[in-house]
Every structure is written in C-alpha cells, then in structure tokens.
C-alpha cells in the first residue's frame, strides 16, 4: 500500500508542475499582448522614449569623445601614434603609451552602451500600464539628466578653455 501512495504522490506533483508551467506560459502570453495592445495605444509616447535613449547614447559618446579630446590637448605631441594595438603589430605602427588604457575604457563603454540597450528594449516589452509607463519613463529620464549633465559640463569646460586658454582661475 506505500508504494500506491507515493506513486500517487508523484502522480499529483508532476500534475501540479504541469499545471504550473502551464499557467506561467499563459500569463506570460498574456503580458506579451497586453504589451503589444499598449505600445499600439501610445505609439508617440514609445518614440519620445526612444528618442531620449539615442539622445543618451550620443550624450554619452560626445562626453566621453569630448573628455578624451581635452585630454590630448592639454598634453599636445607632434609626432602621431597609434592607440589600437592590433594596428599596432599589423602594421608597424608605433603606440601611444596609454592606448591600451584608452582602448579599454572605450571597449567598456561599448559594453555599458549594449546593456543600456538591451536592458531598454527588454523593460520596454515588460510595460502593459499607466504605472508601467511611467516608472519606466522616470528611468530613461535619470539616465538621461546624468548623461546630459555630464555632456554639457564637459561642453562648458571646452568652451571655456577656448574662450579663456589655460586660464585655471577666471573672475567676471
């Protein structure tokens, strides 16, 4: 008589992971159309977004470019040297001494770039309401007020290194 029970144990369980599994699937369908109904509702409400996500990779890369370019002209050289040290060996090219280094924070850039990216088109199928939309616009809101701010501070400092020089204390 044990074994009868455990079978129906085991029986019960496999049933209920079915079932479970089952229900997981339709709610998962589920949130995928009501996803697909609400992006279809507030089409220019998506685009807006989207357009603040390529405003917050261009904002980024200006930055980091802009940041990179003062950093080379605060140290001018004559003699051009290559920063990829794959050129480098291929064609015999001489390197700069922080190419590596530049590389590498340009390499982990493009890294970050990919998760923002995939991490916006994967939330932005995970909204299906009004609450949804709106925690999900203050999100690409903070990343873009930290990646402008970042960029217009790096433009303001440019700017006044053009205007004043090398000036490091400037009164109005």
């Known amino acids: 008589m044990p074994k009868k029970n455990a079978l ?14 089952k229900y997981k699937k339709e709610l998962k369908s589920l949130k995928k159309s009501l996803n697909h109904q609400y992006i279809k509702t507030n089409k220019w409400k998506f685009r807006i977004l989207d357009i603040a996500l390529i405003f917050i990779i ?8 802009m940041t ?32 590596n280094k530049l590389m590498m924070s340009f390499l982990k850039q493009v890294i970050l770039w990919t998760v923002i990216i995939f991490l916006y088109i994967y939330f932005r199928g995970q909204v299906f309401s009004e609450e949804g939309y709106y925690f999900f616009v203050l999100i690409v809101l903070f990343y873009l007020i ?14 006044g290194k053009v205007v004043y020089g090398n000036v490091t204390n400037v009164t109005f």
């Open 68 to 99: 990179n370019f003062m950093v080379v002209k605060e140290k001018p050289d004559k003699e051009f040297k290559e920063a990829n040290q794959v050129q480098c060996d291929w064609n015999g090219y001489t390197c700069h001494s922080e190419g």
């Open 58 to 65: 261009l904002f980024n890369l200006g930055a980091l470019l």
């Open 8 to 21: 129906d144990y085991h029986k019960l369980l496999s049933e209920q992971y079915l079932s479970k599994k």
């Open 146 to 159: 930290g990646t402008g701010t970042d960029f217009t501070n790096n433009m303001g400092y440019y700017i």
